[in-house]
C-alpha cells in the first residue's frame, strides 16, 4: 500500500488565494513532514508535526494532523508566485527507525 | 554552513553503462540517506548509513545498485550495469545523529540520471 499520498495532483490559483493540500497515509506513524521542491532543485523541509500534535503554524503555513483519520492538511496563506512548487507530505512510520515515506506530491502554481 | 552536496547534478548514460552517484552531508552529520524519484512518482527510500555502518537498506531495488560510505564522511551510490527504468532523480539526505531518527532530514539538489 502507498503512504503518504496526496490530493490534488495539481492546484493553479491566485496570487493572493490560500492554497490547501491534503495528504493521507495507512500506518501509525511518529511524524508527519511537508517539504517543498522547486523546479530542478532539492526538497525544502517546511514543517514537521509530531503524532501527539493536531496543528502547527510557521510564518504563512499552518499544518494539522488528524491521526484518527490518519490525514494532514498544509495550508499555505495569502500565496506568492514564489510559491509555485511542488509539495510532498512524508511520514515517519513506527515500524522503521530511520526512513521517511514521500507521498506523490501536489504541483502548486500560483498565477500572477 | 554548506548543505548537502551532491554530484553530479545530471548524469546521461547508456544502458549497462556505469555511473557512480556521490553526496556530501553536511558535516558533522551522522546519519546519510538515499532516496530517489522515478518518473514523477513519489520519492522513495534507498537506504540509510549510520556513519559507515549500512543501517537500513530495504529500500535497494536489486543487486545492480552499490551504496558505500566509507569512513563515514561522503557516500557514492554505483549503479552497474544501469537500466532504462533506473532513470529518476536520486536524492541525498543527512541528519544529525544528536536528533535522533525520524526527525528533520536536509536534503541535496539530487542527480538526475538519465539511462538511454
Not at chain 1, 46 to 52: C, E, F, G, Q, V
Amino acid at each position: 500500500s502507498q503512504q503518504g499520498e496526496e490530493d490534488p495532483q495539481a492546484l493553479s490559483i491566485q496570487e493572493g488565494e490560500n492554497a490547501t493540500m491534503n495528504c493521507s497515509y495507512k500506518t501509525s506513524i511518529n511524524n508527519l513532514q511537508w517539504y517543498r521542491q522547486n523546479s530542478g532543485r532539492g526538497l525544502v523541509h517546511l514543517i514537521l508535526i509530531r503524532s501527539n500534535e493536531r496543528e502547527k503554524h510557521s510564518g504563512r503555513l499552518r499544518v494539522t494532523l488528524d491521526t484518527s483519520k490518519k490525514s494532514s492538511s498544509l495550508l499555505i496563506t495569502a500565496s506568492r508566485a514564489a510559491d509555485t512548487a511542488s509539495y510532498f507530505c512524508a511520514t515517519a512510520p513506527y515500524s522503521s527507525a530511520s526512513k521517511i515515506i514521500f507521498g506523490s506530491g501536489t504541483r502548486l502554481s500560483i498565477r500572477p | 554552513e554548506a548543505g548537502v552536496t551532491q554530484f553530479p547534478s545530471h548524469s546521461v548514460i547508456e544502458k549497462g553503462q556505469t555511473v557512480t552517484l556521490r553526496c556530501d552531508p553536511i558535516s558533522g552529520h551522522d546519519n546519510l540517506y538515499w532516496y530517489r524519484r522515478v518518473m514523477g512518482k513519489e520519492i522513495k527510500f534507498l537506504l540509510h548509513f549510520v556513519k559507515e555502518s549500512k543501517q537500513d537498506e530495504s529500500g535497494m531495488p536489486n543487486n545492480r545498485f552499490l551504496a558505500e560510505r566509507t569512513g563515514g564522511t561522503y557516500s557514492t551510490l554505483k549503479v552497474q550495469p544501469a537500466e532504462l527504468e533506473d532513470s529518476g532523480v536520486y536524492f541525498c539526505a543527512s541528519s544529525p545523529i544528536s536528533r535522533g531518527l525520524n526527525n528533520e532530514q536536509f536534503f541535496g539538489p539530487g542527480t538526475r540520471l538519465t539511462v538511454l
